[in-house]
């Protein structure tokens, strides 16, 4: 297998530590590192109204970076992509824009999966509490699939958005979002959170006819506080911005404004440099490895690993998925009569880094009836002995409780 590690500084610094939380979020490469470093050295300056050098050259990596993402989306248009500083903000920032122009609106109702991430979830149930939408949630088969016929079922008149996590952050489920995207009529909005897809396989927004997507920079190996909001150009024309401000305005009177074109006027602020060109980085990293094949190749070997491991221990229960197939690298369990933290401390002290908790999901921690469950999450650096770590301190744990 390759050795990817080497790639990554933290582990020459931190010989030790054995990361196993990518999920969270990822490790960045002496790639990204170095050309954040050589940037804000040589060409760090504002951006859009320039006329000077370093800010010409500037503009040019925010676009490149944008371009890079529609490539790697399939998406249209560059300039369908807007930057954020996270998910909950995008959510909101899409929510919030849904509300103003009225495409939301009292008794409306919006579907998200049992599954999802709070940021899914929150600002759809502000929605409810300012202006009345509902809510309802689809459930999930045995085997941690979406179920299509709760789906069928809860898709009334009334729905005008789906919403729906390509996979879950908990199991590691892939779902099949193409069996939704037949069913969905025109006139309901498809929204795709592709955080934990992004970072492991291609997205294409086209193939899934998703309506809005979003991901997150700091999982696939970008800085913190970059995310990605896409759009359809038909609605970045058609929605005015909730927000606006600064060089997102194009014209201002003593009696009123005008906004500036897309994507501008839903990014009203100066925008983080340096985030944006961390993003451009880490998918040349991807594109430098030979790209997500690399990346699978490696998933499929680690998976096939561990899972024999989980698999062999008896005592240990996945939540839930005990099957190879799609899946991405995300491993959340327990030990029936061992605190979560406890595990998660034991780890600690071994230098092994893992999460304990609800993982952010609390409706589907609450619909399986368990309190919390440890997380262990895998990404390219990660290695068999890694994984080998991992299961000597559970054996430990399982022979001294
Ligand atoms: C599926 C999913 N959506 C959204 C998020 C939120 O990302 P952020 O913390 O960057 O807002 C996460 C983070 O774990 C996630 O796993």
Redesign the pocket.
């Known amino acids: 297998m390759n050795n990817f590690k080497k790639d990554f500084p933290i582990f020459t610094k931190n010989p030790s530590i054995v990361y196993l939380d990518s999920?969270?979020s990822s490790q960045k490469p002496s790639y990204v590192i170095n050309s954040i470093k050589d940037y804000l050295e040589n060409d760090y300056s504002n951006i859009h109204r320039w006329l000077y050098d370093i800010a010409i050259n500037s503009e040019k990596l925010y676009f490149d970076s944008k371009k890079k993402i529609a490539n790697f989306l399939n998406a249209p248009d560059y300039k369908e992509i807007i930057y954020t500083?996270?998910?909950?903000?995008?959510l909101n920032l899409l929510s919030q824009t849904l509300r103003f122009n009225k495409v939301l609106k009292a008794w409306d109702k919006v579907l998200v999966s049992i599954v999802?991430?709070?940021?899914?979830i929150v600002p759809w149930l502000i929605l409810k509490e300012e202006i009345g939408i509902e809510l309802e949630f689809i459930n999930v088969t045995k085997n941690f699939d979406l179920d299509i016929n709760d789906f069928e079922k809860k898709y009334d008149d009334k729905v005008k958005i789906i919403s729906l996590?390509y996979?879950?952050?908990v199991t590691g489920q892939i779902f099949d979002l193409e069996k939704i995207w037949k069913l969905k009529r025109d006139n309901t909005l498809f929204i795709v959170?592709a955080?934990?897809s992004f970072p492991h396989f291609k997205v294409d927004v086209q193939a899934l006819n998703a309506d809005f997507a979003f991901f997150?920079g700091?999982?696939i190996m970008a800085d913190?506080w970059i995310?990605v909001l896409w759009w359809k150009r038909e609605f970045l024309e058609k929605y005015n911005p909730v927000f606006s401000w600064g060089w997102a305005i194009n014209e201002v009177k003593e009696c009123g404004f005008k906004n500036w074109a897309i994507p501008f006027r839903f990014e009203p602020w100066t925008p983080n440099m340096t985030w944006a060109l961390s993003l451009l980085k880490a998918l040349e990293y991807i594109e430098k490895i030979w790209g997500y094949e690399e990346i699978q190749k490696v998933e499929d070997e680690l998976v096939k690993y561990a899972l024999e491991k989980f698999n062999a221990r008896e005592k240990i229960t996945l939540v839930w998925s005990k099957k190879i197939e799609n899946r991405v690298w995300v491993f959340s369990f327990y030990i029936d009569w061992i605190h979560s933290l406890d595990i998660a401390d034991q780890m600690a002290e071994e230098n092994i880094c893992i999460r304990a908790g609800q993982?952010?999901a609390e409706p589907f921690a609450d619909y399986l009836w368990i309190k919390s469950s440890c997380r262990m999450s895998l990404y390219i650096y990660n290695s068999f002995e890694d994984i080998d770590k991992f299961f000597d301190v559970i054996d430990n744990i399982l022979e001294n409780n």
């Open positions: 999920t969270a500083y996270n998910s909950n903000y995008a999802e991430h709070h940021s899914n996590t996979v879950s952050n959170d955080s934990q997150t700091h999982k913190s995310w993982h952010c």
